[in-house]
């Protein structure tokens, strides 16, 4: 039939009609390409521009991998999941500890025998540590829990914990005495029955005795004192003043910054040879004694041959003993 066609000339019925089909499927598949290839385009357009959002946010970590943006594991999904596996085992009567175990593959004949001593070393070790604990029973003392402690200077032990406590208790006393104005009232030493801390001015000039100063601890911070000590520890400061930096209350004693050129710092100066100063310039000062301590107030007037000096509390004017008050830098 194809043969008598070509004989004479002429197309056999429907050949002209295959080619254009065949064409026309050719054309669909190729938009059908391009229209996937714009899909394809517009989803990573898309997650381009979400990735450039987070990076504002996120900065470089939005295009990290996204495994680590994946769900946690609940652990209590975890454990729900083994119970469930653990029981069904029990009820189907398989208990996986009484499996038999699965014999380990050795290299060598060598390395079998050393594994085998190994294990038997440890079983041996530890039948013979029961036997000692059985054999001992109840005669092995308990040991006792001992506080920390380490040896102090003199070879006495010292407990860590309460030493840790004076120090927390020394430290929120020196933040309290920083602000005179939150001082708590001095604490009054206990003195004996017949034993006076503290006598009356003579009647004559009014000079101040020198048991006039208690036994309260008086000396605070930046008070202007002087050091007075002829033959002791200090006496290369004899008379010199300075400003009290620091105080320990546990030792009743002061650290003072000598003045003058090159400031020496004096550490533990005992209360007992410091002084209260009041200057002819001061202008402030500091009520160590009395039912005013621990207050400051305003210099009005001294007098040091009476002993005497008038301050301004408030609105009210007070006279007090020289020695009472401390000039306060």
Same mark, same amino acid.
């Given at each position: 039939w194809l043969k008598a066609h070509r004989s004479a000339g002429t197309k056999p019925p429907g050949a002209g009609t295959a080619m254009p089909a065949a064409r026309g499927l050719a054309g669909g598949a190729a938009?059908?390409?391009?229209?996937?290839?714009?899909?394809?385009?517009?989803?990573?357009?898309?997650?381009?521009?979400?990735r450039a959002e987070l990076a504002e946010e996120e900065g470089s970590a939005a295009y990290l991998s996204e495994a680590k943006r994946a769900p946690r594991v609940s652990g209590r999904l975890?454990?729900?999941?083994?119970?469930?596996?653990?029981?069904?085992?029990?009820?189907?009567?398989?208990?996986?500890?009484? +499996?038999?175990?699965?014999?380990?593959?050795?290299?060598?004949?060598?390395?079998?025998?050393?594994?085998?001593?190994?294990?038997?070393? !440890?079983?041996?070790?530890?039948? !013979?540590?029961?036997?000692?604990?059985?054999?001992?029973?109840?005669?092995?003392?308990?040991?006792?829990?001992?506080?920390?402690?380490?040896?102090?200077?003199?070879?006495? +032990?010292?407990?860590?914990?309460?030493?840790?406590?004076?120090?927390?208790?020394?430290?929120?006393?020196?933040?309290?005495?920083?602000?005179?104005? !939150?001082?708590?009232?001095?604490?009054?030493?206990?003195r004996a029955p017949c034993a006076k801390?503290?006598?009356?001015?003579?009647?004559?000039?009014?000079?101040?005795?020198?048991?006039? !100063?208690?036994?309260?601890?008086?000396?605070?911070?930046?008070?202007?004192?002087?050091?007075?000590?002829?033959?002791g520890e200090f006496r290369g400061s004899h008379l010199?003043?300075?400003?009290?930096?620091?105080?320990?209350?546990?030792?009743?004693?002061?650290?003072?910054?000598?003045?003058?050129?090159?400031?020496v710092l004096l550490r533990n100066v005992p209360q007992d040879l410091l002084e209260t100063v009041v200057s002819r310039t001061c202008k402030r000062v500091e009520i160590v004694r009395g039912p005013h301590s621990s207050l400051l107030a305003e210099l009005l007037e001294r007098n040091p041959a009476g002993n005497r000096a008038v301050v301004r509390l408030g609105e009210e004017e007070v006279e007090l003993l020289l020695d009472d008050v401390c000039e306060f830098i």
């Amino acid at each position: 039939w194809l043969k008598a066609h070509r004989s004479a000339g002429t197309k056999p019925p429907g050949a002209g009609t295959a080619m254009p089909a065949a064409r026309g499927l050719a054309g669909g598949a190729a938009a059908g390409g391009d229209e996937e290839d714009r899909r394809v385009a517009a989803l990573l357009l898309r997650d381009a521009r979400s990735r450039a959002e987070l990076a504002e946010e996120e900065g470089s970590a939005a295009y990290l991998s996204e495994a680590k943006r994946a769900p946690r594991v609940s652990g209590r999904l975890l454990l729900a999941e083994v119970s469930q596996v653990r029981s069904f085992n029990r009820r189907c009567g398989v208990d996986a500890a009484a +499996l038999p175990p699965q014999e380990r593959v050795y290299a060598s004949e060598e390395q079998r025998a050393a594994t085998a001593l190994d294990g038997e070393f !440890l079983r041996r070790a530890r039948e !013979l540590r029961e036997a000692g604990s059985r054999a001992t029973g109840s005669r092995t003392p308990v040991a006792v829990a001992r506080k920390r402690q380490r040896v102090g200077s003199a070879g006495v +032990l010292v407990d860590v914990a309460a030493a840790e406590e004076e120090a927390a208790r020394q430290a929120e006393e020196d933040v309290a005495l920083a602000n005179p104005l !939150l001082r708590p009232p001095p604490r009054e030493a206990p003195r004996a029955p017949c034993a006076k801390s503290r006598r009356e001015p003579p009647a004559g000039n009014g000079a101040a005795a020198p048991e006039q !100063l208690t036994d309260a601890m008086w000396v605070s911070r930046k008070l202007r004192v002087r050091v007075v000590d002829e033959a002791g520890e200090f006496r290369g400061s004899h008379l010199k003043k300075g400003v009290v930096t620091r105080v320990t209350s546990a030792r009743r004693s002061a650290d003072v910054e000598l003045e003058g050129e090159g400031s020496v710092l004096l550490r533990n100066v005992p209360q007992d040879l410091l002084e209260t100063v009041v200057s002819r310039t001061c202008k402030r000062v500091e009520i160590v004694r009395g039912p005013h301590s621990s207050l400051l107030a305003e210099l009005l007037e001294r007098n040091p041959a009476g002993n005497r000096a008038v301050v301004r509390l408030g609105e009210e004017e007070v006279e007090l003993l020289l020695d009472d008050v401390c000039e306060f830098i």
